[in-house]
């Protein structure tokens, strides 16, 4: 392009600057104007969507990850329905000693669990799970006998030694009851109502405070019930300490930006105004506050962080140009400069979220884009009345960093400035470098992603030293697994499980998930058949087995009736005898091996059913998991891929070039990049913890995108100097607050390190890098490729001309 027409496109950017500027001055003169009405109206607006705030509800279950109408949890209400079953906590009574559990001591201590659990408000009382609630089964002379194993406290070693015979000889309580070398057994309780968890779990460990144990015995509390309410403590107890800190450091970066006290805190007013009215508005909505959500605190801090920053800069800028106008006037002309970059950067970051939205199924995701957008329009309401409302009102104050730059040829002379200037120096006067190195680090980068594995363990949550972390270690360890999944089996009419075809079906899916790996074990009502038919054969072990008879297993169970509690079985099968369930218990539930199991036992499942009419359907917890985790996996590309579009759609509309939204999206690519780097050769799994740091660095980096490349069209339209004079004076005052944007936002939440909470550590490590990445992409990358490629929407309206 030569000289007259780069000339020519410069004056025709200049002219539609100014016809911006005159625009944003007619609309701030009237807001200024009536400052009082605005103030107070948007302070009345934040109060409707604030008095809310209180009534947000928390929903740290994993089953909120999941679309209410998925099939598997559908499945799975199912059988929790018909089967009484609920979330559990386990509390498992540990002795390593020579006896294990089998001592009047421990026992003792079961019995006591057991009453005190029962009398928990939130507990069912006819589903506590123990030895003693259960019953042993021994053969007689007239067929069988049901006698409860602890029909008197267990004091005299006889009454041991009889509870020890009874499990021996019931292999369906060895390693779901009693641990099967004997050194631990558990009590389990099941939730009336699970939004009451944390309460419950609290009650619980207050009561085992008091528990008589004996020595060498040790209590261990874990189970679906217990590590929900024990996360949602666990890290609000941590993030309520780091957030004030996180706080106070990000103050102190403002502080040591602008040096003045309503620099520092009139951009906390803001970011206060957006939290509390996005918390308000989803209270107010009736959505709840899940795990990720903190992730979108963080969104909200450094957005609104940001387009304080941006327009407290412009602001002492006008001040240092004209340090005897007035605060209105000194507020509008402000205002008028960054209405328009603080606009299109809202703009941007909104379509980036409205896109996480639309391309999942799972509410918290979904709640977290629907959100996210709501907070990045909020902070850009505040910022646009709000802030010059009070602003205009306050007698103009010059900045000490501000007043220093205009004292040598207009470049500042602190720290910052000439950092800042000498580093856009060697970008300005290196570009092609800056390029081709920029590549290279893209491509390394690219190579590390590629180590990205996904996976989630819900218990890696916690550190290893944690109560909970090591009950689950342990009883896990000792046990058949905490975990469970479940296959439902379905026949047509009633008593159609009493077929021996379907129980022998169900005895060799039990046989097959044995042999599956972390299956400790599994239980059905065919080991309860199975023992009946033993004991009324003289406890013949030969007749462990399943009678051919359909009458005679009908007999069975009127013989257990005659002496037990039929209700023993209504975990295992119906009232109608129509259906029944096979529990695999699972010593782990991770992602990676629960994708084996899982695909492995539908493989099973639909080879082998249907049979005699039978059924079979897989649920349970472990396969709900297994689906939410999974649709995190195969949607996680897709929402990037979709959120950089939104970007780089609204970067091309908003500056009428689609050169403009390729260069928008490379700050915001380089995020999610190197965030995908840093968690591949670290060895960050991708899940749920980890699945919003890309929105993340979408939602952050957009800020310094849109921002450089703004100001790089107003250095452009000076129609004096070369390309590379013009791009060099951004680095002073756009570049500076630029800098102060990153630092406040990585500083401040690089406290989250120092957390107690593995998950709070990686997230402000990981916030850390996708601000630094972006920041340093959008500062030497941008201005670089507009060097080298010299794109006409930096000088020109004519789009058609790129």
């Given at each position: 392009m030569n000289k007259e027409t780069d000339v020519i496109g410069s004056k025709q950017m200049?002219?539609?600057?100014?016809?911006?500027?005159?625009?944003?001055?007619?609309?701030?003169?009237?807001?200024?104007?009536?400052?009082?009405?605005?103030?107070?109206?948007?302070?009345?607006?934040?109060?409707?969507?604030a008095v809310n705030a209180p009534k947000l509800t928390r929903d740290t279950s994993s089953d909120a990850f999941i679309d209410p109408l998925d099939p598997a949890l559908l499945n799975r209400e199912r059988v929790e329905e018909i089967f009484g079953l609920a979330d559990p906590i386990v509390i498992a009574v540990v002795n390593e000693g020579k006896d294990g559990i089998y001592n009047p001591g421990s026992l003792n201590l079961v019995a006591w669990i057991t009453d005190q659990l029962m009398r928990v408000g939130n507990i069912d009382p006819d589903q506590v799970t123990s030895l003693a609630t259960e019953s042993s089964i021994t053969g007689t002379a007239s067929g069988m006998e049901v006698d409860d194993f602890f029909e008197t406290l267990p004091v005299a070693q006889a009454n041991v030694d009889r509870i020890k015979t009874g499990v021996d000889n019931f292999p369906l309580y060895q390693g779901s009851l009693v641990a099967r070398n004997g050194k631990a057994t558990v009590v389990i309780g099941e939730l009336i109502d699970p939004d009451l968890a944390t309460e419950t779990y609290q009650e619980i460990m207050t009561?085992?405070?008091?528990?008589?144990?004996?020595?060498?015995?040790?209590?261990?509390?874990?189970?679906?019930g217990a590590v929900a309410a024990y996360l949602s403590t666990y890290v609000d107890s941590d993030a309520s300490r780091l957030n004030p800190l996180a706080a106070v450091v990000i103050t102190i970066v403002l502080l040591l930006a602008f040096r003045t006290l309503r620099g520092t805190l009139l951009p906390n007013l803001i970011v206060l105004l957006t939290a509390g009215g996005t918390v308000g508005a989803m209270a107010a909505s009736g959505v709840s506050f899940y795990v990720i959500t903190n992730g979108l605190i963080v969104c909200m801090i450094g957005i609104a962080v940001a387009d304080s920053v941006h327009i407290f800069s412009q602001y002492y800028e006008e001040i240092s140009k004209d340090p005897l106008a007035d605060g209105k006037t000194v507020t509008q002309r402000a205002m008028s400069a960054m209405w328009k970059p603080v606009?299109?950067?809202?703009?941007?970051?909104?379509?980036?979220?409205?896109?996480?939205?639309?391309?999942?199924?799972?509410?918290?995701?979904?709640?977290?884009?629907?959100?996210?957008?709501?907070?990045?329009?909020?902070?850009w309401l505040f910022s646009m009345t709000t802030l010059p409302a009070i602003l205009s009102m306050l007698k103009p104050k010059q900045s000490r960093s501000f007043r220093a730059a205009t004292e040598e040829r207009g470049l500042s002379l602190n720290v910052t400035g000439r950092l800042m200037h000498r580093f856009g120096t060697a970008v300005v006067n290196w570009p092609l470098g800056v390029v081709v190195t920029g590549t290279l680090i893209a491509v390394i980068a690219t190579v590390g992603a590629m180590f990205v594995v996904a996976n989630e363990e819900r218990i890696d949550s916690f550190r290893t030293e944690e109560p909970i972390h090591i009950a689950d270690r342990t009883i896990n360890r000792l046990m058949d697994g905490t975990y469970y999944l479940d296959v439902m089996i379905e026949t047509e009419q009633a008593e159609g499980v009493l077929e021996p075809a379907v129980l022998r079906q169900i005895d060799q899916t039990q046989r097959y998930l044995e042999t599956l790996p972390n299956v400790g074990g599994t239980t059905s009502i065919v080991d309860y058949i199975k023992r009946m038919h033993q004991a009324i054969n003289e406890d013949d072990p030969d007749y462990y087995?399943?009678?051919?008879n359909k009458n005679l297993i009908a007999q069975l169970f009127l013989l257990y009736s005659a002496s037990g509690d039929p209700s023993d079985f209504e975990e295992e099968i119906d009232g109608e005898r129509r259906l029944a369930l096979i529990r695999a218990n699972v010593a782990v539930n991770r992602y990676q091996d629960n994708s084996v199991l899982v695909q492995r036992v539908t493989e099973h499942l639909n080879e082998s059913y249907p049979v005699a009419g039978a059924s079979a359907t897989l649920t349970g917890d472990l396969n709900v998991d297994y689906h939410w985790i999974d649709g995190i996996v195969k949607s996680n590309l897709l929402s990037i891929v979709l959120c950089l579009s939104a970007v780089f759609l609204m970067a091309s509309i908003l500056f009428r070039s689609l050169v403009a939204g390729l260069f928008a999206t490379v700050p915001v690519s380089m995020a999610v990049l190197f965030v995908y780097a840093v968690m591949g050769v670290s060895g960050i799994w991708l899940g749920v913890s980890t699945s919003m740091f890309a929105s993340i660095a979408i939602g952050l980096g957009v800020d310094f995108s849109i921002h450089t490349l703004h100001s790089m069209q107003e250095k452009i339209s000076a129609v004096t100097g070369s390309w590379n004079e013009r791009l060099v004076t951004l680095y002073a005052s756009t570049g500076r607050a630029q800098l102060f944007n990153f630092l406040a936002i990585a500083l401040g939440f690089s406290v989250l390190m120092t957390s107690t909470v593995p998950p709070l550590v990686r997230f402000g490590a990981l916030v850390g890098v996708a601000v630094a990445s972006a920041f340093l992409a959008a500062m030497t990358l941008l201005p670089a490729m507009a060097l080298v490629f010299k794109p006409a929407f930096l000088h020109s309206n004519q789009t058609e001309k790129e």
């Open positions: 200049l002219a539609q600057l100014k016809e911006t500027d005159m625009q944003g001055n007619r609309v701030f003169s009237q807001l200024i104007r009536w400052r009082w009405p605005t103030l107070i109206i948007s302070l009345l607006f934040f109060g409707v969507l009561l085992l405070e008091e528990a008589p144990a004996s020595p060498g015995d040790a209590l261990h509390v874990t189970g679906e606009t299109l950067t809202t703009l941007t970051t909104m379509a980036g979220f409205f896109a996480l939205a639309l391309t999942t199924t799972m509410p918290p995701i979904y709640y977290f884009g629907i959100f996210g957008a709501w907070a990045v329009g909020l902070a087995s399943i009678p051919d």
